[in-house]
């Protein structure tokens, strides 16, 4: 059984940073991309970064573009998204995501993936 455990959440002041962690297991992640969605209050939730399996692709959504980054321990089935300049408007349950599906990244919605329990980031203004 896949189980996907993130970490790292918390509340922050706007410029600030966090650093979530996803621990991956139940299941070998060989050629599985994974990545991070988010959902806030009252919206659907929404794409923010995916990685492949070697790390040579990375794809974020516009809002996160230069001040998110996705990187991955393949060793350690853990998937990382170091967050900077946090906005008031990136607070939201982080979910961390994985597909066993062959394409090498996540889509925007990603239907197959399977999820974490999400972790709460809130950034004050």
């Known amino acids: 059984q896949v189980q996907l455990i993130e970490s790292g959440g918390g509340l922050v002041q706007a410029g600030g940073s966090l650093r979530l962690s996803c621990a991956a297991s139940?299941?070998?992640?060989?050629?599985?991309?994974m990545g991070w969605f988010r959902q806030a209050p009252g919206k659907e939730r929404e794409f923010v970064a995916t990685?492949?399996?070697?790390?040579?692709?990375?794809d974020y959504a516009d809002s996160v573009k230069g001040r998110f980054t996705i990187s991955r321990d393949n060793a350690k089935n853990t998937v990382y998204l170091q967050m900077n300049s946090l906005k008031p408007e990136d607070t939201a349950v982080y979910y961390c995501?994985?597909?066993?599906?062959?394409?090498?990244?996540?889509?925007?919605?990603?239907?197959?993936?399977?999820w974490g329990q999400g972790t709460q980031v809130t950034v004050s203004s």
């Open positions: 995501a994985a597909a066993f599906t062959g394409s090498p990244t996540l889509g925007s919605s990603c239907p197959s993936c399977y």
């Open positions: 139940g299941r070998t992640f060989s050629n599985s991309p």
């Open positions: 990685i492949s399996w070697t790390s040579r692709s990375t």
